[in-house]
């Protein structure tokens, strides 16, 4: 253990950058990277020390949707609404009041330095684990399995909207201990793919902490707790340790790693409390998302009240193949799909994209939203700044059919 602290201490690296709150975009791609190494490094550290918690490396998953599981049986009593077990909700739970100065220091420095700092996060995330784990629940939707995470004592629990699919489903929810309850899914806002269900059994519940975004920083250790393949008695709920590495509008990234079941289970800061749902899954393991908990709480009475709103997107989507990360200028372009429009238009990797179609370009989210509110077939016109050159490039979009929610990029 002592040799891996020392080369840790010589190879660290630590992230430069300091996201601002919520619902703005993060500026600094660079310090994303650092917080992204750094986390992985003591990731592989603390996965020999947490063995008993099943940490979790796998990086590729098949979407939730595909996993088969128990369907759950009609609940006794209700009628075709569902209504009967539903019929009082509580308003948005409070996010009790924390400070950073209740953490351990060496959870507030921008990386560990010492041994004594990486026991105090061993110790720290052991603590948190016992805490939050029992309010992780396994969910089986019509066949289909996912996670969730139970938020009040009556039974509200927070999914992803392509988890719950639809209001007034039939839910089976697993608890880690093997205990199961039934109940219903409530609202899905497919726009920012969050859901909400409730059990529909009688108890109180253990459930988890509401917190808040709001003086979340860039490098911000998180942990990711899940079902992933289904409940499984062999094993306890597996958890994975990261860092926020992009605070953007309407998502937020970590370099937690995600696997098919993952979907709808629950992002908890260092202070225990529910800041994200898990979303999407990347190609790369650094490039996970999660439904802010902000989602949440502006559509609560939607949700409450059993909406569905956004559509799923099952058609043709529009497609250049270019991805990005936030600019200070715009969208700087990370990667480029061979055969793509983006590389047929002869758009390069660390192109920035400063306005489309004459409307500047805040972030990499505004860039998506431009490709997917574009017909196949119609044009974009690029501004695009290449080291010191200002250039215009023409984009023709084209359809490509959707593949689930495991993939993202326009």
Known sequence: ??????????????????????????????????????????????????SPLHLSASDKAAPPETQAAGR???????????????????????????AREDLPRALRKDAPSSLDDLKAIESHVR???????????????????????????????LTAAHVSSEPNRDVLFTFPDGKTARGKTLGTNHEMDAGLMKIADKGQWPYAEIGALTEARLGDWVLALGHPGGYDPQRPTVVRLGRIIRLGSGMLQTDCTLIGGDSGGPLFDMHGQVVGIHSRISDSVAANFHVPIAAYRESWDRLAKGENWGGRRTGPRSFVGARGVDHPEGCQL????????ASRAELKVGDIVTKVNGKKVKDYDAFREWVAETKPGEELTLAIKRDDEELSVTVTVE????????????
């Open 334 to 341: 990370e990667r480029i799909e061979q055969d793509s429009p």
């Open 399 to 410: 359809a490509r059919r959707w593949r689930g929610r495991g993939r993202s990029g326009p």
């Open 72 to 98: 759950p049986q009609p609940l006794p009593g209700d009628d075709s609404t569902g209504k009967s077990a539903l019929e009082s909700l509580p308003a948005f739970p409070k996010s009790p009041p924390v």
């Open 1 to 50: 253990m002592v040799s891996i602290a020392r080369i840790f201490l010589v190879r660290g690296h630590q992230p430069s950058g300091r996201s601002r709150c919520e619902g703005q975009s993060s500026r600094n791609h660079g310090a994303g990277t650092a917080a992204s190494r750094t986390s992985f490094i003591v990731w592989c550290i603390l996965a020999a020390l947490l």
């Open 127 to 157: 603590e948190l684990v016992a805490r939050v784990s029992p309010a992780v629940v396994a969910v089986s939707v019509n066949g289909a399995t996912g996670s969730g995470v139970v938020i009040s004592e009556d039974g509200l629990v």
